[in-house]
């Protein structure tokens, strides 16, 4: 090493390296006094590199304004404007730097060796400038802009309701939502009428029915049809429970094996099927052991009964035309094969089988098969016999002869099953019988086998047969007078509630009269606008015998009367026929006649009766309670119930039947007279002493 020669430390030498390095790569910063070529070229690239940077950065800046302005996500006016000039001034001053960069011939060799450099800028650049057009679209949610939004809160919704009243006359109307059932449906409203010591041949009476719809919403429909066999439940059901019978309070009409019952209560619903029977609205049996005439009876040994006997009930023993009346001294329970009854003696020799019927209301047990119950129904559920409404009709292929005995019925082809116990009534002529079916016999059967009787009558071939098994109209013996000190039903032996004589001749008439509009629905009709009901009224004023006249004043008409009729004037010993000119409905004060003068000064006690009409509907055989219960719902019911637009005319194009509460037009209202008349025929004496129960519904859709 020489003298004086200094190495610098280790620290110090890697600094010296780093410098030198340093300038070696910025060569503009070397203090070397002289630059080479190289050098020269590489501050050329520096600066092109430079101005690259800052054309592609103002490139990208106009493209984003110009896609934000054209998005919509800029606001329009000056300040997009100048931002656009600023950005296009600042593209082309770069684009300027960019595009003027010679370089010296020697360094082409150079100037090839870095456009893939140069190239690959570009390529980065571009890259980018995609990015940042893709942010823009991708981060729209933080971009900011003007904004505004509104809250449409609380919004709310209401049902409305279909509710229905049912008014007969001026009595406190019956609500659909007042039922027992809970499930806006009332089938506890009151009778339309009750009537009493009817005879056949004169007025009977009717009712004025007023429906309402009670809801906020239409009725598109309106319908009529005859009611089921209805009850109650007498004993609630427990869910889950196994169910093999059903405690029901007494039946309006007869329910047979095989029909479906349905219970009902606060919208829930179960059906269960009919195993046992048949029941009916009365305990019956038949003697297990004859009566002998002249002796004393203190007990009536009979077949199970298939209900209860109370104490004090009258029990009546028939066979063919002879009959008897027991009082139960003792009650005694479904199923009891004796009744205790106070001592009497024996009318007659009543044979084993004899009918035995105890005719007050009774409550029932009903077999069915054994379901589980779907819900806790109480006591006061509905009950309800869906298949009611059966009705089998048919004639003797053969006939009977008066005083012998008959086991069975040669009959044509069945048109519905006969069920055991079931009540079968053979007709011809005023004569009547009814027999108590032993046997089931099928749909098609040509017999029916029969517990022994004497025909009452010589029964020819073709004679009618008639099993009303189950329908809701029922006959029974009355058990009170109708006067004070008469005779009733259970005093009498030649009247047979058996095969519902007095529902199958009464008949029975429904007409609107709503808005003074009229339209026969039900019953004999002389006019679309006109049932035939009879007239029983009285003159208002009294006629002279002074001159001709052509209208006569009566009191509110309580029957039609058809222009042509025969009007009856009886005072006495007077009377006097006119002839209606025109028609007159009910509620009418008077009566269109031709001109006549009176003969006789009738005073204002005068009746005027419809003798036309009466004739009319004493010929009627077509029109009974029982054929009207034959109108079972959902298969052959009135309606849908049409608005009348007229005097026998319906609204064919109305789609509402019953208008919303308050409504004017369709009305929210419908008045309708229903009532029944007995015909009058040669011998009627099997229907005296009797009472029927039936039914009407009426019912309301959306």
């Known amino acids: 090493m020489a003298i004086g020669a200094v190495t610098p430390p280790r620290w110090r030498r890697r600094r010296l390296i780093e410098m030198n390095t340093f300038r070696t790569r910025l060569p503009g910063l070397s203090g070397a006094a002289g630059s080479t070529a190289s050098e020269t070229r590489m501050v050329v690239d520096a600066r092109a590199l430079g101005a690259r940077l800052l054309a592609f950065l103002a490139f990208d800046a106009v493209v984003c304004v110009a896609v934000a302005a054209f998005a919509g996500k800029l606001p329009s006016g000056h300040a997009v404007g100048l931002a656009s000039a600023a950005a296009g001034v600042l593209c082309v001053l770069a684009y300027a730097a960019f595009t003027y960069h010679p370089a010296p011939a020697s360094d082409a060799s150079e100037s090839a060796a870095a456009r893939p450099h140069r190239d690959n800028t570009k390529t980065f650049l571009a890259l980018m400038m995609i990015v940042g057009v893709a942010a823009y679209f991708g981060g729209n949610g933080t971009y900011s802009t003007f904004s505004a939004e509104t809250t449409n809160a609380g919004s709310t919704t209401a049902s409305g309701t279909l509710t229905f009243s049912d008014q007969i006359n001026s009595n406190s109307a019956c609500l659909s939502v007042n039922g027992a059932t809970l499930n806006n449906v009332n089938a506890g409203c009151g009778a339309i009428f009750n009537l009493t010591n009817l005879a056949p041949g004169v007025y009977g009476g009717q009712a004025q029915v007023t429906l309402k719809n009670t809801g906020s919403i239409d009725a598109g429909s309106l319908y009529l049809f005859a009611s089921n066999v209805n009850t109650t439940l007498s004993a609630g059901l427990t869910l889950g429970n196994s169910v093999t019978s059903l405690s029901i309070n007494p039946l309006e009409g007869t329910i047979i094996p095989g029909d479906s019952l349905v219970v009902s209560s606060n919208f829930h619903s179960q059906t269960f099927t009919v195993t046992g029977g048949p029941y009916l609205p009365y305990t019956t049996s038949t003697l297990s052991s004859g009566l002998t005439s002249g002796n004393s009876v203190t007990t009536l040994s009979v077949a199970a009964l298939d209900g209860p006997v109370t104490n004090g009930d009258s029990i009546v023993v028939s066979s063919g035309a002879n009959t008897q009346t027991f009082t139960a001294s003792a009650s005694a329970a479904a199923g009891a094969t004796s009744i205790s009854v106070t001592s009497q003696t024996a009318n007659f020799s009543y044979p084993s089988g004899s009918t035995v019927s105890d005719l007050a209301g009774v409550t029932n047990t009903v077999t069915v098969t054994s379901?589980?119950?779907?819900?806790?129904?109480?006591?006061?559920?509905?009950?309800?016999?869906?298949?009611?409404?059966?009705?089998?009709?048919?004639?003797?292929?053969?006939?009977?002869?008066?005083?012998?005995?008959?086991?069975?019925?040669?009959?044509?082809?069945?048109?519905?099953?006969?069920?055991?116990?079931?009540?079968?009534?053979?007709?011809?002529?005023?004569?009547?019988?009814?027999?108590?079916?032993?046997?089931?016999?099928?749909?098609?059967?040509?017999?029916?086998?029969?517990?022994?009787?004497?025909?009452?009558?010589?029964?020819?071939?073709?004679?009618?047969?008639?099993?009303?098994?189950?329908?809701?109209?029922?006959?029974?013996?009355?058990?009170?007078?109708?006067?004070?000190?008469?005779?009733?039903?259970?005093?009498?032996?030649?009247?047979?509630?058996?095969?519902?004589?007095?529902?199958?001749?009464?008949?029975?008439?429904?007409?609107?009269?709503?808005?003074?509009?009229?339209?026969?629905?039900?019953?004999?009709?002389?006019?679309?606008?006109?049932?035939?009901?009879?007239?029983?009224?009285?003159?208002?004023?009294?006629?002279?015998?002074?001159?001709?006249?052509?209208?006569?004043?009566?009191?509110?008409?309580?029957?039609?009367?058809?222009?042509?009729?025969?009007?009856?004037?009886?005072?006495?010993?007077?009377?006097?026929?006119?002839?209606?000119?025109?028609?007159?409905?009910?509620?009418?004060?008077?009566?269109?006649?031709?001109?006549?003068?009176?003969?006789?000064?009738?005073?204002?006690?005068?009746?005027?009766?419809?003798?036309?009409?009466?004739?009319?509907?004493?010929?009627?055989?077509?029109?009974?309670?029982?054929?009207?219960?034959?109108?079972?719902?959902?298969?052959?019911?009135?309606?849908?119930?049409?608005?009348?637009?007229?005097?026998?005319?319906?609204?064919?194009?109305?789609?509402?039947?019953?208008?919303?509460?308050?409504?004017?037009?369709?009305?929210?209202?419908?008045?309708?007279?229903?009532?029944v008349f007995v015909p009058s025929s040669n011998n009627q004496n099997a229907i005296q002493g009797l009472f029927s129960t039936f039914g009407v519904t009426w019912h309301i859709d959306q």
């Open 371 to 675: 379901a589980s119950a779907n819900y806790s129904y109480p006591s006061s559920s509905s009950v309800s016999d869906t298949t009611s409404n059966g009705y089998v009709a048919s004639q003797l292929s053969s006939g009977l002869t008066s005083g012998n005995t008959v086991t069975s019925l040669a009959v044509n082809a069945l048109p519905n099953k006969v069920f055991p116990g079931d009540f079968v009534t053979v007709t011809s002529g005023a004569h009547s019988q009814a027999f108590t079916a032993s046997a089931l016999a099928n749909a098609g059967a040509t017999s029916i086998s029969v517990l022994g009787a004497t025909a009452n009558f010589s029964y020819p071939s073709a004679s009618s047969i008639v099993d009303p098994n189950n329908m809701d109209c029922v006959d029974q013996k009355t058990t009170t007078a109708g006067v004070v000190g008469a005779t009733k039903g259970t005093d009498l032996n030649f009247n047979w509630p058996y095969g519902n004589p007095l529902c199958s001749q009464m008949l029975v008439y429904i007409q609107e009269t709503t808005g003074g509009n009229h339209y026969c629905w039900v019953g004999n009709s002389v006019s679309t606008a006109m049932c035939a009901i009879p007239i029983s009224v009285t003159l208002s004023s009294s006629l002279s015998t002074g001159g001709p006249i052509t209208s006569l004043p009566v009191n509110a008409l309580n029957g039609n009367v058809k222009s042509g009729d025969s009007i009856v004037l009886t005072s006495g010993s007077n009377t006097q026929t006119f002839t209606a000119s025109a028609d007159a409905y009910t509620g009418a004060t008077s009566i269109s006649v031709n001109s006549l003068t009176p003969n006789f000064a009738y005073p204002t006690s005068t009746t005027v009766s419809d003798s036309t009409m009466l004739s009319t509907l004493n010929t009627d055989t077509s029109d009974s309670v029982t054929q009207f219960d034959k109108k079972d719902p959902f298969a052959h019911e009135i309606g849908p119930m049409l608005p009348l637009s007229g005097n026998g005319t319906l609204n064919n194009s109305a789609t509402v039947d019953l208008g919303h509460a308050g409504s004017v037009s369709p009305p929210d209202t419908r008045v309708f007279l229903v009532g």
